[in-house]
């Protein structure tokens, strides 16, 4: 995949559809990924999320469509995708400073958001750390939910697990419930703490699971239940540090870098798994990306 003509495809598909649903799922095959794979490396080449784009490119259409038409403001709401006056009006103030009423005054100042272009940039400076892996299948006990991109934190499936703060067994979190403080029963490293995020969607929605690898017989918690994890060989990636914002860079690195010059592609019938293992979360913290491939 040439991932400079494939993002700058991207963009181009994003300004044919402006005024059309833009499915994430066509952006994502386009640069031949997932969903979430794509939404992460979007966010990091860029500093804003795939849905934010496409909102700041509607609005700063919007504003040529205010002040060129005698569409009213409804008209232009539709338009671009938004169903109510109230929800546009919120949007379009929270970008340009002022009502869409307001912009079509002459003096008045706005903002507008040009598409963006992808250009060469050097690439591969810093080494990367693999290992192949052939496991069996296993299974993950958890939470199960869907990754949306630009979801907010709270509504989505890691902030569920790890900031709940209403947990199933009344006391916090889901994540408190299945660890149990980190009693060593509960979990298989180096499984620990696991997402797994499926290759396909579902209704524009990646089916995404978190937990952790476990054997023996499942304590009965509220809300939980189990994942198979089908047998499969791994490239598993080893990055150092606090994990963050970097997961986009290193899921960029690995879909970008490796993959185009590595004997593997992607295996899309098995998750992606975002490994953390115990331990404190500083420099020195290991944390790993499994990803799950077939020999070219």
């Known amino acids: ?155 989505s499936i890691w902030g569920q697990f790890l900031d709940g703060g209403d947990g199933p067994d009344g006391s916090g979190t889901f994540n408190q419930a299945l660890y149990n403080g980190g009693k060593p029963s509960y979990y298989t490293p180096p499984f620990w703490q696991v997402g797994a995020t499926d290759f396909h969607t579902v209704d524009g929605k990646t089916p995404t699971f978190i937990g952790a690898q476990y054997k023996g017989t499942k304590p009965n918690i509220p809300g939980m239940t189990m994942k198979t994890i089908p047998a499969a060989t791994w490239v598993v990636f080893t990055f150092k540090g606090e994990t963050g914002g970097k997961v986009g860079e290193a899921i960029t690195r690995i879909v970008t870098e490796w993959f185009p010059q590595s004997q593997y592609v992607r295996n899309e019938a098995v998750p992606m798994l975002d490994v953390y293992p115990d331990g404190k979360i500083d420099e020195n913290y290991k944390w790993e990306i499994w990803m799950p491939v077939l020999a070219k």
């Not at 400079?4 to 991207?10: I, R, S």
């Not at 259409?61 to 002040?67: E, G, K, L, N, P």
């Not at 109510?84 to 507008?112: D, I, N, Y």
């Open 1 to 155: 995949m040439d991932w400079l003509k494939g993002m700058n495809a991207v963009i181009a598909h994003v300004e044919a559809n402006l005024t059309q649903p833009i499915r994430y799922e066509t952006p994502a095959r386009i640069v031949g990924c997932s969903v979430y794979e794509f939404s992460r490396i979007f966010s990091f080449m860029t500093g804003m999320s795939i849905s934010m784009y496409i909102r700041r490119r509607r609005l700063s259409q919007a504003v040529f469509d205010i002040q060129n038409s005698s569409d009213n403001i409804m008209q232009i709401a539709l338009k671009y995708g938004y169903e109510s006056h109230t929800t546009f009006t919120r949007a379009f103030k929270e970008l340009h400073g002022t009502t869409p009423q307001s912009a079509r005054k002459t003096g008045v100042p706005l903002k507008t958001f040009p598409p963006l272009s992808f250009k060469l940039s050097i690439k591969g400076v810093n080494e990367m750390d693999f290992r192949i892996e052939k496991m069996e299948s296993f299974e993950l006990m958890g939470l199960a939910g869907y990754y949306v991109p630009g979801q907010d934190w709270k509504d």
